[in-house]
């Protein structure tokens, strides 16, 4: 199976390249990346059988070609932070929307949180996850495992059986793990079995109805906020923790200017912790929940301008790892409520590029940064060797975009199943046409 891409720009910040060339793959892999591909009339690849070479039966099939010209080629994106909702909760999302909605929007790789119905707490849910997956047969989904069985916090998840079963990860994401101790534990389990350790940083007692940040618009509004603090206090715990452990933390959808401080210094220490941000904490404040709007009702809540500003600094001098998106699906019955009994979070694989293409254009981060930090860094952070890079020998995963298109966002026609998104109507650039997943075109 051969398949040529031509004529794009190719952006492999892994190799540092940044240029046009072509790009073939053969079975899944990248099999040559070169300025020129010709395989018309090549001598190692005639256009015609040759007459009289043997009977070994009938001439290869032609190679696929896409045409990339003025388009970016990039290793295809990997999201480390969605919620796919299957097992339980299929009427806001299942494996097949769900992979749908990240083909469409770039996505080959996505890591899918536990708090599914039942939890993925143990490993007949994680083979049923890797299996679904596969037979819908669009993006890799690699499963996350819970911490805590049921997330309950009590007691640890079976966790090395669910390693068995293909998780690269635990976290009692949509919850905190409050219990020091069982977090202690399951950082040391976790090592044990090479896992990283994504924290949902929020101190629950402290944070209370959470889904808006404390301050003025909280105020004005009359609901109770969640203060910066409900964050730090976690992070600054599981960099501890990780320290005790020397386990590798990773600190999901990061908000906050202290956390990020907390995560800065940690790492100067030389602590295994990497950190996420999402495009929405990048691109909106706490002003957007203004008119009680429930599509901006999310876990850690939007912040601060001041916050916003300090994590586009992180972004520019390298200290976020990775842009993920949090994709939280949920009915509109499940939004269209009193503000502080609305779901939290939104959809947000379909927007992720050409709302971080905003970044670009704003001078925040260059274009290869941004493909690094939805690609080559998750690669390196989830440990997918051969992934996140366009190498000679990696598997042939690839996002082709236009990062210049104009167009709006149309909820209306995400794959998702749900339309929960405050960025409805936004006027964006950039469109994806090709996602390829092992050399084949999994969106077009
Ligand atoms: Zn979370």
């Not at 501890?240 to 401080?261: I, K």
């Not at 994590?311 to 939280?328: C, F, N, S, W, Y």
Request: glycine share 10%; aromatic share 4%; with cysteine.
């Amino acid at each position: 199976m051969k398949l040529l891409i031509k004529n794009g720009r190719v952006i492999d910040p892994a190799q540092n390249r940044d240029g046009i060339f072509d790009i073939l793959c053969v079975d899944g892999k990248v099999h040559r990346v070169e300025k020129k591909i010709s395989l018309l009339g090549s001598d190692e690849n005639p256009a015609q059988p040759v007459r009289g070479a043997g009977v070994r039966g009938a001439p290869e099939a032609p190679p696929t070609i896409i045409d990339a010209k003025g388009l970016v080629v990039a290793p295809g994106f990997i999201d480390l932070h969605t919620h796919l909702r299957e097992p339980g909760y299929e009427y806001k999302e299942d494996l097949k929307s769900g992979t749908e909605a990240a083909a469409a929007g770039g996505f080959t790789t996505v890591l899918c949180m536990a708090n599914t119905q039942p939890v993925n707490d143990n490993a007949v849910i994680t083979e049923f996850i890797v299996r679904k997956a596969r037979e819908v047969g669009l993006v890799r989904v690699v499963p996350v495992g819970a911490i805590s069985k049921g997330l309950e916090g009590k007691s640890l998840a079976e966790i090395g059986q669910m390693a068995d079963a293909g998780i690269i990860g635990v976290s009692d994401d949509g919850r905190c793990v409050m219990d020091s101790a069982l977090m202690r534990k399951a950082m040391q389990y976790a090592r044990g079995f090479n896992l990283l350790v994504i924290s949902h940083a929020e101190d629950e007692d402290l944070s209370g109805p959470g889904s808006i940040n404390e301050g003025l618009v909280a105020t004005e509004l009359g609901l109770p906020g969640s203060p910066n603090a409900a964050e730090e206090i976690i992070v600054a715990r599981d960099i501890a923790l990780a320290e005790l452990t020397r386990a590798r933390l990773h600190v999901a959808h990061l908000s906050t200017r202290g956390s990020l401080d907390l995560v800065r210094a940690a790492k100067k220490r030389g602590v295994a912790v990497t950190c996420e941000v999402t495009p929405h904490h990048l691109m909106l404040t706490d002003e957007a929940v203004r008119g009680y709007r429930t599509e901006a009702s999310m876990r850690p809540p939007l912040r601060s301008a001041e916050d916003v500003a300090a994590l586009r600094k992180g972004l520019k001098e390298g200290v976020i790892d990775a842009i993920a998106t949090d994709h939280a699906p949920h009915a509109s019955f499940e939004k269209e409520v009193e503000f502080v009994k609305a779901a939290h979070g939104l959809v947000g694989l379909e927007t992720a590029l050409p709302l971080c293409l905003k970044l670009v254009e704003e001078k925040v981060i260059r274009l290869p940064d941004l493909v690094s930090l939805l690609s080559t860094r998750p690669a390196k952070i989830a440990g997918f060797k051969g992934r996140g890079t366009l190498k000679v020998g990696s598997e042939a995963d690839v996002t082709i975009f236009d990062p210049e298109e104009k167009r709006k966002i149309d909820a209306s026609r995400f794959r998702s199943k749900s339309r929960n998104t405050p960025f409805d109507g936004w006027s964006v650039k950039g469109r994806v046409h090709y996602t390829l997943v092992a050399g084949k075109v999994v969106y077009e």
